[in-house]
């Protein structure tokens, strides 16, 4: 069984650049989540979807968006792409609204 | 303050020997508490799922929660090369809740 798949995996971009990242969870999974992962900060919540509806919002600024498809497929995008951005953005899928999190190996993004 | 405080270590210890891993909270809502693992270049997975207080035993790991000191641990006995991996808390406010709250990870090496 194929497990959460993010595409791409390494990418660079420069500051004011925007960026779109692509997750693929595993079959049948309806639940979709977001995370980014820092040295400074640790792992952080950005934003759960569930059925293609946003069910929960983390405290990250309106440049961070995303959105699910009726496949479950989700993707998420940072417009105005600033140095703080730099970090590893997992995104995490389950079975159902309550469920145990699968995480796949994360996009890892560089903004020079 | 963080919500979630983790001693980032790094922690290293010869192979055999007895791991513990700690974390406090300050939110006393939280009632879920998870350990991950992540390997280098991975995404975490779930080792240890908790409800409230008490201990949770699956064969060489333990996890205990005291909600009354906002205090949870895991253990890690017969320590193996292969538990090598940073070991991350985290707690949810709600059963099945996706937006989980994160330590910020502790670093462990075992020593063959």
């Given at each position: 069984?194929?497990?959460?798949?993010?595409?791409?995996?390494?990418?660079?971009?420069?500051?004011?650049?925007?960026?779109?990242?692509?997750?693929?969870?595993?079959?049948?999974?309806?639940?979709?989540?977001?995370?980014q992962q820092t040295?400074?900060?640790?792992?952080?919540?950005?934003?759960?979807?569930?059925?293609?509806?946003?069910?929960?919002?983390?405290?990250?600024?309106?440049?961070?968006?995303?959105?699910?498809?009726?496949?479950?497929?989700?993707?998420?995008?940072?417009?105005?792409?600033?140095?703080?951005?730099?970090a590893l953005y997992l995104?995490?899928?389950?079975?159902?609204?309550?469920?145990?999190?699968?995480?796949?190996?994360g996009s890892r993004?560089?903004?020079? | 303050?963080?919500?979630?405080?983790?001693?980032?270590?790094?922690?290293?210890?010869?192979?055999?020997?007895?791991?513990?891993?700690?974390?406090?909270?300050?939110?006393?809502?939280?009632?879920?508490?998870?350990?991950?693992?992540?390997?280098?270049?991975?995404?975490?997975?779930?080792?240890?799922?908790?409800?409230?207080?008490?201990?949770?035993?699956?064969?060489?790991?333990?996890?205990?929660?005291?909600?009354?000191?906002?205090?949870?641990?895991?253990?890690?006995?017969?320590?193996?090369?292969?538990?090598?991996?940073?070991?991350?808390?985290?707690?949810?406010?709600?059963?099945?809740?996706?937006?989980?709250?994160?330590?910020?990870?502790?670093?462990?090496?075992?020593?063959?």
């Amino acid at each position: 069984k194929a497990g959460v798949t993010q595409t791409p995996r390494y990418l660079i971009k420069t500051r004011g650049q925007q960026v779109t990242l692509s997750c693929s969870p595993i079959s049948g999974h309806r639940s979709v989540s977001w995370y980014q992962q820092t040295p400074g900060q640790g792992l952080q919540f950005l934003f759960e979807y569930f059925s293609e509806t946003q069910r929960n919002k983390g405290n990250f600024p309106g440049r961070f968006s995303g959105r699910q498809f009726s496949n479950s497929r989700s993707e998420m995008n940072v417009s105005t792409l600033e140095l703080g951005d730099s970090a590893l953005y997992l995104c995490a899928s389950s079975l159902y609204q309550a469920g145990e999190l699968f995480f796949g190996e994360g996009s890892r993004l560089t903004v020079l | 303050q963080k919500e979630v405080e983790q001693d980032p270590g790094p922690l290293s210890v010869p192979e055999g020997a007895i791991v513990s891993l700690n974390c406090t909270y300050s939110n006393s809502a939280f009632q879920y508490f998870m350990w991950y693992r992540q390997y280098s270049r991975k995404g975490p997975e779930l080792l240890m799922y908790t409800y409230s207080s008490g201990n949770k035993e699956d064969g060489r790991f333990t996890a205990q929660v005291d909600k009354s000191s906002k205090y949870i641990s895991l253990f890690i006995r017969d320590s193996q090369p292969s538990d090598s991996a940073t070991y991350l808390c985290a707690m949810a406010l709600a059963q099945g809740a996706q937006k989980l709250v994160f330590g910020q990870g502790t670093r462990l090496t075992i020593n063959p």
